[in-house]
Nanobody, 125 residues
Framework: QVQLVESGGGLVQSGGSLRLSCAAS????????MGWFRQAPGKEREFVAS????????YNLDSVKGRFTISRDNAKNAAYLQMNSLKAEDTAVYYC??????????????????WGQGTQVTVSS
């Protein structure tokens, strides 16, 4: 079992920045892939970014367009999402996810077996 806990969400003005953190515990040895998803009220969950153990990344370019950066610290079993130039449409609950079997970063939610409880990000316009 892997437990994921997100932190760093909150209320920020449009144009501001936030850094989300995801701490993994439990069976964390060599988690291959970690990702971030988000879900806004009334909308489906959306892929944001993913990172492999070696640092390879993939982004939902349509929604983040270079404003967000995903990173990870394998020694700390942690992943991060740096969000800059935030917009009102970035308001959502952000979820961290861990995939234990894939080797490459992926946007497919079905590839992730473990999910955190989510952290709320609210961007005021």
């Amino acid at each position: 079992q892997v437990q994921l806990v997100e932190s760093g969400g909150g209320l920020v003005q449009s144009g501001g920045s936030l850094r989300l953190s995801c701490a993994a515990s439990g069976r964390t040895l060599r988690i291959p892939v970690m990702g971030w998803f988000r879900q806004a009220p009334g909308k489906e969950r959306e892929f944001v970014a993913s990172i492999g153990r070696s640092g390879g990344t993939t982004y939902n370019l349509d929604s983040v367009k270079g404003r967000f950066t995903i990173s990870r610290d394998n020694a700390k079993n942690a992943a991060y999402l740096q969000m800059n130039s935030l917009k009102a449409e970035d308001t959502a609950v952000y979820y961290c996810a861990a995939g234990l079997f894939g080797a490459r970063p992926t946007s497919l939610s079905s590839e992730y077996g473990y999910w955190g409880q989510g952290t709320q990000v609210t961007v005021s316009s």
